[in-house]
Structure formats: C-alpha cells, structure tokens
C-alpha cells in the first residue's frame, strides 16, 4: 500500500458546520498516537494517518495552536503504511500504530522520545543508543482485561447491516465512552489461547443468558474477565462478578476449567463497587494454583492475582539486562530500587550488590516481593511498603543505609518532586531512571540536571503497534 492511491473515503462529509481541510501532508507521528498535519500555519491531529500520507480532514476541534480533526479521504499513500491485520483496527484503539511498518514505529517511538527530552528537559545527552526492537510484534502481552457490557458499541458496519436492532452484549475493550464496549472477534497482542477462552466464556454466557454488566446502572451480572500468562506456560483467568450467585458462578468456572485443561489458576472475584479495581477485594481460587510463575535468568517470581508483571515476557529480560548493565553494579553497592512493585528488578541484580533496599506504596506487591526473594534463596534484599513521598526520609536512609545507586520506575506521572529533592539530598553516584513516559522523565532529569549529566538513554520498545515506549536513563553525578 504505497505511493498514488485512489482516494479512499473513510467518513462521511455531509455533516453541517465541519470544515473539510483538502491535501494535509502528514509529517509526524505524535507522543499519544495521534498523527500531525499542517495547514494555514496551524498544527493538525488525527488519528488512523501515517506520515507521508496526504489526506483530506474534517475538523472536530480547533483552539488558537492547533486542531484536531477526522481522517475523511486518504489521497496519496505513504511509503510507511502497511495493511493492519486486525479487522478491529481504527475501532479498537489499542494499536494505533499497526498500520505502520514496525521499522518505522521504532523511528517515532525514538524521535518521541529525544523529542520529549531536549524540549521538556532541555537535556544534554552525551550518547542517545538506538531502541531496542522487540523480539516479537504479535501475541506478545501476558495479561488482557476484558470487560462486559450490555451496551455494545456500535461499529459503521453495524449501522449498515441493522445489527444494531440485536444483541447489546459485548465481550471486549472499552472504547468511545467508559460505557461502551467493542465486541471482539479476535485480537492480535496475546497469545492465541487468549483469544479461544474469552470467545467460549462469551458463547456460555449467551447461550446461558448470563446479564452484561450495566455500567451507568450498576445492574448486571458478568463484570471482568482478566487472563494473564507466563513463558513457562502458567495460565491464569480471573472471573470479576457483581455479587454472589453460586448457582450460576460455579457452572461458569467448571466450563471454564473443562473447556482449558491449559489453565493453572482459575479464579473469582465479587466486586459490589462502582469501579472496576479488583486490588483492594479477595480473589477467591475456584481450581489450580493462587498464583503463576515466571522465570528470568534462572530467577524465579511468583505472580499472584493482582501482582504487577511488565506485559512483553520475552523482551523484559532485556529491559532488565539493560538496567543492570547501566547500573554497572558492584558488590560493595548499596542499591535502592524506588517503585519496586513486586522487587523484579530489585531480584534481579540482587546478586551483583551488596545490599538492596525496594519501596513500594502497595502493600501487597511488596509481599510479593519478600516472596520472590525467599523463593531465590535472596537474603540481600529488604522491601518496605508506603508512599515514597513520605517514607524515603533521613531516617530511612540512616536505617537502611546510604545508597550509591538508585534504580527508580515510577508511574506514568513520574516521581513525586519530595523524591526528587531527596534524591538530590542523599547523591547517590548513579541513578537509573525507567519510564514509561519520557515527558515526565524529562520534567523530573531537568530538575537533577545541575548536579547530574545524562550519560546514556535508551528506549525499549515493550508495546509494538501502540505509541508507547519504556526509556532507560543513566544519571551520573557530575
């Protein structure tokens, strides 16, 4: 699919008071999946374009610097585009990149980073290394959340065929609105066996006439279904359901459990609230295991339930080979690892350090973290739960140690400015900052940038066919 196309209508432009914007080059690919355009000096978003497409547009929002708009007509082919294998792309949303070529989602992935970094940061950076490709573009994730509805969204083919005067119910992921769900046929990022127990669970349910969840009512049975996975073969589905109902849980869960020998944890949950969290509520084991488990260099993890595992298996064991060969660990090295979550990475460069120190503001991942260490046979590590803001104080660091290195990964909206300042106050001679959002990355190095050269950075691509990336970062004390 390159070079001179037919045009290609791809929304209807017979909608009152939209401007259509004819022969948009689009020029870049942006940090949240959108693509940019340009015209009359003013910057255009949109979805669903690839960079060297030229396309016609319809606006839906316009502000003083930029607008964003709907992609009506694609004109000229980009040499970028690729065909999407998954019938749901453009809908779906959870790969909006799959109409790129992978080599050049790596190129975006890496100029939104640099991009992000020079301008939010406004960092010097003495060697910038290429992104690390992932071993694998499809079936890659180890853990799906689908959700139930009764109010299914309505695709355009839908409309056309009057389908949308039958069954509401839909199996699958949120889009549109938190209200709507897009039933799925199939889906290209887990594995395959994903896929055939989320289509046999909806097939029970219709033909058992089992209720969809209604979120604006709160009425309805099925909540969630979650289903996560491990190399070693461990297949773990937890069923969420809205309140106790024996009679019609338990001939689910045998179903469930004859129809996939494969599965090795089959769970359930009760969640009453108006949410969707399943963290703070008891996971109750229906068959098999309470947990799976995963194994990096001969380092063996339990996951349970709710315990957070980084999603591509495969390319976590370079992510995390990646840290430590930044970090450049000796065996005298006190290590703090902030944001452990479940001490994954505290584990394992554990055995290259004296010491390592892993916080955590969930309590329960930081039990799994004692677990992963008494399950290794690791007795260098100490894990401790509470909000880093207040608990990374002069006392603990007086308790636990000075560190010499500190590994952080925090959340998408980065570390809280308290960490920040002390980090600052303890020096350690090294930080290795993992993100998965280089924008907050930036703003937190910029505010190390005086006492602190970024020595190295590079991106990890765990998410091929979405816009996100993880960065690792190497701070050195200037």
């Not at 395959?192 to 009512?217: C, G, H, M, P, T």
């Not at 994954?344 to 004296?354: E, L, P, Y």
């Not at 920040?420 to 001679?429: G, N, R, T």
């Not at 970024?454 to 050195?476: R, S």
């Amino acid at each position: 699919m390159t070079g001179e196309a037919t045009s290609v209508s791809l929304c209807p432009m017979n909608r009152p008071n939209r401007t259509i914007i004819e022969d948009v080059l689009i020029t870049d690919a942006g940090s949240e999946g959108m693509a940019v355009g340009h015209y009359e000096n003013k910057v255009v978003f949109l979805r669903n374009a690839v960079p060297g497409d030229v396309v016609d547009i319809m606006l839906t929002r316009q502000k003083k610097s930029f607008s964003e708009g709907k992609l009506v007509r694609i004109k000229k082919y980009s040499d970028k585009r690729q065909e999407p294998i998954c019938s749901h792309f453009g809908v779906c949303g959870g790969c909006k990149w799959q109409n790129m070529q992978y080599e050049h989602q790596l190129f975006y992935k890496q100029k939104n980073v640099e991009d992000n970094l020079l301008r939010i940061g406004k960092l010097e950076i003495e060697h910038f290394i290429p992104i690390l490709p992932s071993p694998e573009i499809f079936h890659y994730r180890n853990k799906m959340e689908y959700s139930f509805s009764n109010v299914r969204f309505l695709t355009e083919e839908d409309m056309a065929t009057g389908r949308e005067n039958k069954n509401m119910n839909a199996l699958g992921f949120h889009v549109a609105s938190f209200y709507r769900v897009l039933d799925l046929e199939h889906c290209y990022l887990p594995p395959e066996l994903s896929d055939r127990i989320r289509n046999v669970v909806r097939a029970y349910a219709l033909d058992n006439l089992l209720e969809y969840y209604d979120q604006r009512n709160h009425t309805g049975y099925l909540r969630n279904m979650f289903v996560r996975s491990t190399t070693l073969g461990h297949w773990m589905v937890i069923m969420v359901v809205a309140y106790d109902d024996p009679e019609t849980l338990e001939p689910l869960l045998k179903h469930i459990q004859e129809s996939f020998p494969e599965i090795t944890s089959l769970m359930y949950v009760i969640n009453g609230k108006g949410n969707d969290t399943i963290s703070d509520l008891p996971v109750e084991l229906y068959s098999g295991l309470p947990y799976m488990m995963e194994e990096l260099e001969g380092i063996k993890f339990k996951i349970g339930p709710v315990s957070f595992f980084q999603t591509n298996s495969k390319q976590v064991l370079q992510l995390y080979r990646l840290i430590r060969e930044f970090a450049a660990i000796g065996p005298d090295d006190i290590v703090y690892d902030l944001y452990t979550g479940t001490g994954t990475i505290a584990n394992f460069v554990a055995s290259a350090a004296a010491k390592v120190v892993g916080v955590e503001y969930v309590k329960t991942a930081i039990d799994d973290a004692k677990e992963n260490s008494h399950v290794n046979g690791i007795t260098n590590t100490v894990f401790y739960d509470g909000d880093l803001a207040k608990t990374f104080t002069d006392e603990f660091v007086a308790a636990n140690g000075k560190p010499s290195i500190i590994i952080t990964d925090p959340p998408r909206a980065g570390m809280h400015p308290a960490v920040v300042e002390q980090i600052l106050k303890i020096a350690p001679e090294k930080i290795v900052y993992v993100s998965c959002n280089s924008a907050t990355q930036a703003r937190d190095a910029a505010m190390m940038k005086e006492f602190y050269r970024v020595v190295k950075v590079q991106p990890v691509d765990m998410f091929p066919h979405t816009q996100h990336v993880e960065n690792v970062m190497l701070l050195v004390k200037k």
